[in-house]
């Protein structure tokens, strides 16, 4: 078996999806901005990403990302973009997994299935440390939405995976992005994708969805705006490589 390969392209999602090839990919997984974090419009568009989705006490000074100041109609617009050039990109009965939150989930799933992708389900991921709610419930889940390009293929990947995930998000030395999921989570996610495949990830971020791919012999192929984040996501890839 061949040695798992990655590819890390610098740029705007959107532009770099549209020079992949056709059906080059095995499967999609991905963690795009939400443009959520904010009772009302104002808050949701005049404040920065870390403010929306880093508490005021968090000791660590990292990076901001740009892109999650859309309206619910304009992202959802968006995402129908992004996700119809994966689903290009994806080979035919390949899966999709995108993560999102409680206000985005309807718009997700909408831009899902208009991109052309089977709604399969939703995936609950639980965090055990989550902010408190006064006189209701913590939001102490977000969401994976699961698609697939066609029929399920469970001949090509006869996995049983479990409906709901629990996992923390990494603290202190180990964060090393705003929203960076848990590499636990991720190990367990990318099992969606046959062995010895390609993952792409367009919102790369920190690289977490490469280096679970990479660790566990797939491929992997990234798109990331930021400069300084990319150059995290290259020295973690690097390093699981």
Same mark, same amino acid.
């Given at each position: 078996?061949?040695?798992?390969?990655?590819?890390?392209?610098?740029?705007?999602?959107?532009?770099?999806?549209?020079?992949?090839?056709?059906?080059?990919?095995?499967?999609?997984?991905?963690?795009?901005?939400?443009?959520? /974090? /904010?009772?009302?419009?104002?808050?949701?568009?005049?404040?920065?990403?870390?403010?929306?989705? #880093?508490? !005021?006490? %968090?000791?660590?000074?990292?990076?901001?990302?740009?892109?999650?100041?859309?309206?619910?109609?304009?992202?959802?617009?968006?995402?129908?973009? #992004?996700?119809?050039?994966?689903?290009?990109?994806?080979?035919?009965?390949?899966?999709?997994?995108?993560?999102?939150?409680?206000?985005?989930?309807?718009?997700? !799933?909408?831009?899902?299935?208009?991109?052309?992708?089977?709604?399969?389900?939703?995936?609950?991921?639980?965090?055990?440390?989550?902010?408190?709610?006064?006189?209701?419930?913590?939001?102490?889940?977000?969401?994976?939405?699961?698609?697939?390009?066609?029929?399920?293929? &469970?001949?090509?990947?006869?996995?049983?995976?479990? /409906?709901?995930?629990? +996992? !923390?998000?990494?603290?202190?030395? @180990?964060?090393?992005?705003?929203?960076?999921?848990?590499? %636990?989570?991720?190990?367990?996610?990318?099992?969606?994708?046959?062995? &010895?495949?390609?993952?792409?990830?367009?919102?790369?971020?920190? /690289?977490?969805?490469?280096?679970?791919?990479?660790?566990? @012999?797939?491929?992997?192929?990234?798109?990331?705006?930021?400069?300084?984040?990319?150059?995290? +996501?290259?020295?973690?890839?690097?390093?699981?490589?």
């Amino acid at each position: 078996m061949p040695a798992p390969t990655w590819t890390l392209h610098h740029g705007d999602a959107l532009t770099i999806l549209r020079t992949l090839p056709d059906a080059s990919v095995t499967a999609t997984i991905t963690d795009p901005p939400y443009n959520s /974090g /904010g009772l009302t419009s104002t808050a949701r568009t005049t404040s920065t990403a870390r403010g929306k989705y #880093v508490s !005021s006490d %968090a000791q660590h000074t990292l990076p901001d990302f740009d892109g999650d100041t859309r309206d619910q109609r304009s992202h959802t617009l968006w995402l129908t973009l #992004v996700l119809t050039e994966c689903y290009r990109a994806t080979e035919h009965g390949g899966p999709l997994l995108v993560f999102t939150d409680f206000r985005q989930l309807p718009a997700t !799933s909408d831009a899902l299935q208009a991109a052309g992708w089977t709604w399969r389900g939703i995936v609950p991921w639980h965090k055990p440390i989550s902010r408190p709610w006064r006189g209701g419930f913590n939001r102490a889940c977000e969401y994976i939405l699961w698609g697939t390009k066609g029929p399920v293929d &469970a001949s090509r990947n006869p996995v049983h995976l479990p /409906g709901l995930y629990t +996992a !923390s998000q990494p603290r202190g030395k @180990g964060r090393v992005h705003i929203t960076q999921k848990p590499d %636990a989570l991720m190990t367990e996610l990318v099992k969606i994708c046959p062995a &010895a495949g390609c993952v792409l990830d367009p919102f790369t971020g920190s /690289g977490s969805t490469g280096v679970a791919a990479l660790a566990s @012999g797939r491929s992997f192929i990234g798109i990331e705006q930021s400069a300084a984040i990319a150059g995290t +996501a290259r020295t973690r890839l690097t390093a699981a490589a």
